[in-house]
């Protein structure tokens, strides 16, 4: 199977790897869908972006979407779901199938807990450690990242936002569990 559809208009400079299988002991990439990635993204080099993993309670593949900004070493695991003009900063980690809503930015060194949503036009900042969803519009900073403004989310925004964490796919625990034994 193709490992990942790169659109002709992407660029991925020479030593990102995209498309090796998911990290888990058990459960491999073998027949889970293919990594996409839409056209005006960049994915910069030592970017790492993996397939999802085959046996995830998650059907779902890795996906980036358009005109999104990949800097340098930017982690992306496996059935992570990044929408459009998303920014990611230096050696951000996103873990196993997080969603990052359009337009969100995420600073340098900042950690996503595995199934945590960051939401549309939100803000990480450098080095956090988030480990609950972010809402829309909103800035979270920190070691575990606490809310610093809550920025100007409409309430279409929020109601899609309350839409969302309630039809969340992965339990948290499903997900989360198996990556910690593994270390
Ligand atoms: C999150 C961010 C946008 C906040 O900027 P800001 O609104 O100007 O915030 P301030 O500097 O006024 O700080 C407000 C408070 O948050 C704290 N804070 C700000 N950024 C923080 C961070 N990254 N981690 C922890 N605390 C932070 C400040 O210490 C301050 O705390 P206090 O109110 O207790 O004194 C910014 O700090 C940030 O992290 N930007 C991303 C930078 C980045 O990754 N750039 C890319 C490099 S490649």
Redesign the pocket.
């Known amino acids: 199977m193709i490992p990942a559809y790169i659109h002709d208009e992407a660029v991925i400079h020479p030593l990102a790897s995209v498309g090796l299988p998911g990290d888990h002991r058990e459960m491999d990439s073998d027949g889970a869908p293919p990594i996409e990635i839409g056209a005006g993204t960049v994915v910069r080099e030592f970017c790492v972006i993996k397939r999802a993993l085959a046996g995830a309670p998650s059907a779902r593949g890795t996906t980036i979407g358009k005109d999104c900004l990949l800097?340098t070493a930017v982690h992306v695991y496996e059935g992570c779901c990044i929408g459009d003009c998303v920014e990611i900063?230096?050696r951000a980690t996103l873990c196993g199938y997080v969603d990052v809503m359009d337009g969100a930015?995420i600073?340098?060194?900042?950690i996503i807990h595995p199934g945590v949503t960051i939401g549309e036009g939100a803000?990480?900042?450098?080095?956090?450690a988030v480990i609950e969803d972010v809402p829309p519009e909103s800035?979270?900073?920190?070691?575990p990242a606490r809310t610093?403004?809550r920025g100007n989310a409409t309430p279409d925004q929020l109601e899609a936002w309350e839409h969302l964490c309630r039809r969340k796919p992965i339990p948290e625990s499903d997900i989360a569990f198996d990556m910690m034994e593994q270390s």
Not at 139 to 143: A, D, E, H, S, Y
């Open positions: 800097m900063n230096v930015r600073g340098a060194g900042a803000l990480v900042g450098l080095g956090a800035v979270v900073v920190g070691n610093l403004r």
